[in-house]
């Protein structure tokens, strides 16, 4: 099913895709409609233009594919499916996702993959093919991020990375670290990206973006994880 | 000093009768002066009025504004406003008589008016909101001046004193209305002025009340919300809005009105027929702060029709008559057979269920 | 070196009461008694115990009691006791000083300032066992236009909106917090009363989905067990942007709470820190309320009431008018004396104001801007009695959460302890020997008697004050008057003084 969506308004839209029965839709004309596919599964929605915030919020399942970029809080508390951005993502994508992933083919914004959590089966998975803004992974307290620094090799994060990290773990592709990380998470250098799910996200990356694997699999990463799975413990007193 | 009513809530027992020919055949003031004064110990002496609708057939086009000014002041200050929003068609002293015990009646004067088109237009309203916020306006700014009338082909007549006095002094003898309502005043306090009588009205509603409501901020709260100012804080001030708001400016029926101020219990409202049921449980969540609790026996008068009500509880005393095309409402029964001996039929409306009088065409 | 604190409590114990029965050590999770077998007698070790009364209610023989200890510091009313234990304690630690409930300093309490009107005379009482007294309600938004369909009938436009039995809720208290039977018993008192409780933010155990059309659920920023199915179970989602026991800040709990079960309900796992940030990430100015509001409309299909509940603090009424025209059908206020299973003691102490004050100056502001009728309000953060709820109601509050006085009922005394996680009434506690200390049967009764008590006192108050609706006592102020008030406190509250006539 095709949608024309260009002067339509984001209720109507969003109206339109849950009552539709069809599995794949296609959105034409995307112009800043909010919360498109908020709370669905089982839908392969691809949209061309420029959707609004809050991109599959609370999506349970399915795929949507954007060709173009992506604004704010994409997939925000998100547990199941997959978000494909072929161009860049805003502030805070992925806030407090449980479950799914989120390829990003350019840059992620400010605040991407707080509060990203883990649990059982649900494991999130944000994988960001040039730089994130800073607060990368504030909070993250479990799933994968990956940032692989496609256009460059130089500060590929921002700064305040992994603020408050008390789970999870972060993959960033770069020689040198050159962010400042707080006391909270550690930092390990690997020589080339290891087998598991770090690796198959990637793969799954250049398979997405028709990138060479190599080149992504054979480089340098840094993997931080937290210090500790109580970061604050020791900061009260009982009174 | 003495507080003026408006600056201090002044709760009142009351006295209240209605008639109305639904054929349309006009009836002095006279009969009303005897219906109430029957009931003259429901009064104090301190508040008495009179509605007469039908009673400006020369006129019926235009808007009667009825004034009291206290000074020349507040004249000169009304009627310059008034002539930069409407085109005066008549303007004259309202004639009264003396009468002895009927004293401090401020200055009372009569204009029919219509909205200046061009005046009109710009402010993007229909034409009767149009001349309620000039009413307000009136009533809110000018120092010393107070519009107590503003509908079209009515008139409503008050003061200080015994009603029957009150319509003396009128010369209500003189006018022919088809419908009438009255209203004998017991208040707590002296309202100091005769703005505090009743019918209080808007445009060509009017509204007499006996009973105290024990809704009232609550309502007057709400209400005010909607740009109605409750300047008199009377009860009868407050239902009048109320009124005016459901009916006017929602839309609402009569019905569908009393539905909302007077709503059925929701135990009433379960037992009820699945339609009534939807629609009266409607109605109260979509206005449940216009819910007025409290005794409260209301007779309504608008261009047409009368509509007596009772509070749900059925708080206070209220009876309906009929006599071949008349029909009458009062507080107590000798009111009625006071004028109309010889009744087809008398009975008193369930509390919260409104009995509607109208003209047959 | 550690300075010893001396304990603020004694245990006292009559020995010729104490039949060595040792209820009081087996009921202790802070293992204030022990039998001494050489001496065949039962020993307090005072410094261990929190006041929460639970060996003294249990006790078979009655031969115990707290009291306050008489040992003293040197009178000082500036450097209280209290001040100085708190400094030994910061500077044997170094942490941030953490305590639980409501704040308990000498703030005062309007509730207890303010009057409630009768009638005489010009209007009658109404006698609420013999005549109809309506306490039921509906919260949600009743902007709307009146509409007909074609045959002329008023078609139904207003937005999804919560009923209710009488003005109360269950405010937010997540499971982690308290416990399952706590939970439990909320969840089927709320049920039976035709009311709501509060999921709090830690998501919703699946054994509860069955309570859905009672529970609202909360969206918090940690967004814990927050999915698709935990937002569509639930009559209504509440968004939490603050709480007033702690305005301004996040929250916390230990990883050590984080058992099995709340691991599951919450979707973390089990024994890591579950950490709320100060502010939801996705929200930096109110637009992107708006937009929290509005996913969660989308992802609910516009079928549920979306509540909005921040704490009381100094700028509220703009922050309400705000949240008033974002969307959101409810706004909950939280006021500074609220309740909390953990805050920072300074943060509870000295951070927002009084829910008085803040209700009143909600109110008042959304009738002045002509949009009171796009929200209904909730007001909560110490609610104590009907009382309050009736004086919350004619300042403005379209209903009350209640969240300490539900504890109480379920055996709470107030020590103030839940941050340590060792509650011997099995309410605030996770430890599986405590928990099934508190029998949901129990507790749910209790709290059906409580509010069924509280609504025939409501209907008592409204009775007296001739009012038969409890919409038409909403904010009814001219109902309440006040003593012992500053000309700026009755402004604010918009009531006269006491005396003073209509």
Known sequence: MRIDAAEMDFQKLNERIRQSRVQEIKIAGCIGQRYIAAGLSGRDITIQGTPGNALGAYLSGGRILVDGNVQEATGDTMNGGEIIVKGSAGDATGYAMRGGEIFIYGDAGYRCGIHMKAYKENSPSIVIGGRAGSFLGEYQAGGTIVVLGKDSQSTIVGNFCGTGMHGGEMYLRCDDLKAKLPAQVKAEKLASLPQGKARSLVERWCELFGENKDKYFHASYYRLTPNSENPYKQMYTAN | MLLREGQFRNPSGCAITGVIDRSGKGMSGEEMIESISVMHDRSNGLGGGFAGYGIYPHYKDFYAFHLFYDGGAAQENTEAFIKRHFEIVYASEIQTRKISSVTDEPLIYRYFLAPLPRKLANSHLDEKEYVARCVNRINVEIKGAYVFSSGKNMGIFKGVGYPEEIGRFYRLEEYEGYAWTCHGRYPTNTPGWWGGAHPFGLLDYSVVHNGEISSYDANRRYIEMFGYKCTLQTDTEVITYILDYLLRRQGLTLTEAAKTIAASFWTTIAEKDPATREQETLLRRMYPSLLITGPFSIIFGYEGGLMALNDRLKLRSMVCAEKGAKAYIASEESAIRKIEPALDRVWAPAGGEPVIFELYQ | ?502
Not at chain 3, 176 to 191: D, F, K, M, P, T
Not at chain 3, 216 to 239: C, D, H, M, N, T
């Open chain 3, 1 to 502: 070196m550690e300075m010893y604190i001396p304990s603020e409590y004694e245990v006292i114990r009559d020995d010729k009461k104490c039949n060595v029965c040792r209820v009081c050590e087996r009921q202790c999770a802070n293992a204030v008694h022990s039998y001494d077998a050489k001496l065949g007698k039962m020993l307090a070790d005072s410094a261990k115990c929190v006041n929460c009364h639970r060996c003294v209610c249990l006790c078979p023989t009655h031969a115990l009691k707290i009291v306050k200890s008489d040992d003293i510091y040197k009178a000082d009313a500036n450097w209280t006791a209290q001040t100085i234990n708190e400094v030994y304690k910061q500077a044997n630690s170094g942490g941030v000083l953490l305590s639980s409930m409501g704040n308990p300093q000498p703030l005062p309490v309007f509730w207890d300032k303010i009057l409630v009107n009768a009638s005489q005379v010009t209007n009658p009482p109404i006698d609420p066992l013999r005549e109809p007294m309506e306490t039921q309600l509906y919260l949600g938004k009743r902007r709307t236009k009146a509409e007909r369909d074609v045959n002329g009938r008023l078609k139904d436009t207003l937005a999804p909106q919560l009923r209710l039995n009488m003005p109360i809720l269950f405010s937010a208290m997540s499971y982690g917090s308290i416990s399952y039977n706590a939970h439990e018993s909320l969840a089927r008192a709320a049920e039976e009363l035709g009311i709501y409780y509060n999921t709090g933010e830690g998501g919703l155990h699946k054994d509860f989905y069955k309570y859905g059309k009672n529970t609202i659920v909360q969206v918090a920023s940690g967004r814990f067990g927050v999915f698709k199915e935990y937002l569509e179970s639930a009559a209504a989602i509440e968004i939490k942007m603050g709480q007033g026991a702690k305005p301004g800040i996040g929250g916390h709990l230990p990883g050590a709470k984080i058992t099995e079960d709340v691991s599951l309900t919450r979707m973390i796992p089990r024994g890591v820190d579950a950490i709320s940030p100060a502010p939801h990430h996705d929200i930096y100015s109110i637009e992107d309320l708006r937009q929290l509001v509005y996913s969660l409309k989308e992802a609910t299909e516009y079928k549920k009431p979306i509540l909005v509940k921040i704490a009381a603090v100094h700028n509220v009424a703009a922050i309400a008018s705000g949240i008033a025209r974002s969307g959101a059908d409810i706004i909950a206020i939280d006021g500074c004396r609220g309740g909390t299973g953990a805050a920072p003691t300074r943060i509870r102490d000295n951070v927002g104001i009084p829910i008085e004050l803040a209700l009143a100056e909600v109110d008042q502001r959304l009738r002045e801007e002509g949009i009171r009728d796009e929200v209904s309000l909730i007001a909560g953060g110490s609610v104590r009695s009907s009382s309050d709820v009736v004086k919350a109601i004619a300042l403005g509050a379209d209903a009350c959460y209640i969240g300490t006085a539900a504890l109480l009922a379920l055996g709470c005394h107030l020590c103030r302890s839940c941050h340590q996680g060792n509650c011997n009434w099995g309410i605030a506690t996770q430890k599986p020997e405590l928990v099934k200390r508190l029998d949901p049967d129990v507790g749910a009764q209790r709290l059906v008697n409580l509010l069924t008590a509280w609504n025939h006192e409501i209907q008592e108050m409204m009775g007296g004050m001739g009012i038969n609706s409890i919409e038409a006592l909403r904010g009814n102020r001219l109902m309440l008057r006040g003593v012992g008030l500053t000309d700026t406190e009755l402004k604010i509250l918009g009531i006269k003084y006491a005396g003073e006539s209509l």
